[in-house]
């Protein structure tokens, strides 16, 4: 069974960092893309940043950029979300997920994920 578990949300301070990990489990650690989301309060649910295990691409959403990393475990199992000079707009539920069909390529669509995980909150306050 495909499966993702998200942790690491919490509440920090702005200008603070803040670790997410996503362990996956049920398939392929080697074929796979993932994707990182967040959803505000409101809000529609916006893609922050993904990776393809194929190349070990990223890519992120001009938001994040500069601020974002995503990495992987070297076991394969955990893909991080490194969030660094966290503001107060980047409080959400963070969920990670994955198109197990898609290795070469990340996308930052919701659509192009069939498997989410549950999410984590973060709350950056002022």
């Known amino acids: 069974q495909v499966q993702l578990v998200e942790s690491g949300g919490g509440l920090v301070q702005a200008g603070e960092s803040v670790r997410l990990s996503c362990v996956a489990s049920g398939f392929s650690l080697d074929y796979y893309a993932i994707g990182w989301f967040r959803q505000a309060p409101g809000k529609e649910r916006e893609g922050v940043g993904c990776?393809?295990?194929?190349?070990?691409?990223?890519a992120y959403a001009d938001s994040v950029k500069g601020r974002f990393t995503i990495s992987r475990s070297d076991d394969k199992k955990t893909v991080y979300l490194q969030m660094n000079r966290l503001e107060p707009e980047d409080t959400a539920v963070y969920f990670c997920?994955?198109?197990?069909?898609?290795?070469?390529?990340?996308?930052?669509?919701?659509?192009?994920?069939?498997?989410w995980g549950a999410g984590t909150q973060v709350t950056v306050s002022s």
């Open positions: 990776f393809s295990s194929g190349d070990g691409t990223t």
């Open positions: 997920a994955t198109n197990i069909n898609r290795a070469m390529w990340c996308g930052l669509q919701p659509y192009e994920y069939p498997v």
